[in-house]
């Protein structure tokens, strides 16, 4: 029984020393983690339907609120990270991209509470075509892989939102020449069933938030 406790101990030990604290990581020893969570030097964007508006530094990257006095509903959002940091020749196992809800900003708190938690409104693509930050034509919307979507699970307690984007990354990181980041966007069903006048949606923040604990965050777990 001692010798089990010990081994136990040992094991669990390993665990945290190899760094897999996220709780979409698989359990095994062998594992890596990698954390990407960039600043304003992070590359997303959005687009809004009103007026072909496009941003490259918005604080959000979904949403529908108010800016310079006008109502603004963002109608897509892109964004990519850095995967020249993934070792070449690894497998990878896992890979979750975390959204972070706005809770301080006006109108947060007119969601019910069942819309805080299950809100079910966006997807997610790989992107397709190379884009810029700060230079992209408002009035195309980029082409995206559909042979795969990824629907928005529930939110967390604290109204971030886990999204298991594990097939997009792996496809991305095999054929980086096909795959340019991601393309999250509201589901037509839902957009097309709600009067534009009671459309609700979490502001989740893109990289050029003010504070920083909100940035859009990818964790990859891979082996050798």
């Given at each position: 029984m001692k010798f089990l406790f010990l081994r136990s101990t040992i094991i669990f030990i390993l665990f945290l020393l190899t760094g897999c604290s996220n709780p979409s990581c698989i359990n095994e020893l062998n594992q890596k983690i990698l954390t990407l969570k960039p600043g304003a030097e992070g590359k997303d964007?959005?687009?809004?339907?009103?007026?072909?508006?496009?941003?490259?530094?918005?604080?959000?990257?979904?949403?529908?609120?108010?800016?310079?006095?006008?109502?603004?509903y963002i109608d897509l959002g892109y964004i990519d990270f850095?995967?020249?940091?993934?070792?070449?020749?690894?497998?990878?196992?896992?890979?979750?991209?975390?959204?972070?809800?706005?809770?301080?900003?006006?109108?947060?708190?007119?969601?019910n509470l069942e819309e805080k938690i299950n809100p079910k409104l966006f997807a997610i693509q790989a992107v397709i075509?190379?884009?810029?930050?700060?230079?992209?034509?408002?009035?195309?919307?980029?082409?995206?892989?559909?042979?795969?979507?990824?629907?928005?699970?529930?939110?967390?307690?604290?109204?971030?939102?886990?999204?298991?984007?594990?097939?997009?990354?792996?496809?991305?990181?095999?054929?980086?020449?096909?795959?340019?980041?991601f393309l999250i966007f509201m589901k037509r069903d839902y957009f097309e069933m709600l009067p534009e006048e009671s459309m609700k949606n979490m502001r989740y923040c893109s990289s050029d938030h003010p504070d920083q604990k909100l940035h859009p965050e990818l964790t990859i777990c891979y082996e050798k």
């Open positions: 964007a959005v687009t809004s339907i009103y007026g072909g508006i496009y941003f490259g530094n918005d604080p959000f990257i979904t949403g529908y609120y108010v800016k310079n006095g006008r109502q603004i850095d995967l020249t940091r993934i070792p070449e020749g690894v497998k990878i196992n896992k890979a979750i991209l975390t959204l972070y809800a706005d809770t301080t900003a006006p109108g947060f708190n007119n969601f075509q190379t884009w810029e930050e700060d230079n992209m034509d408002i009035d195309d919307r980029l082409l995206s892989s559909g042979e795969f979507r990824t629907d928005f699970p529930s939110n967390n307690p604290n109204y971030s939102c886990n999204i298991d984007i594990t097939r997009l990354l792996q496809n991305q990181y095999q054929k980086p020449q096909n795959y340019f980041g």
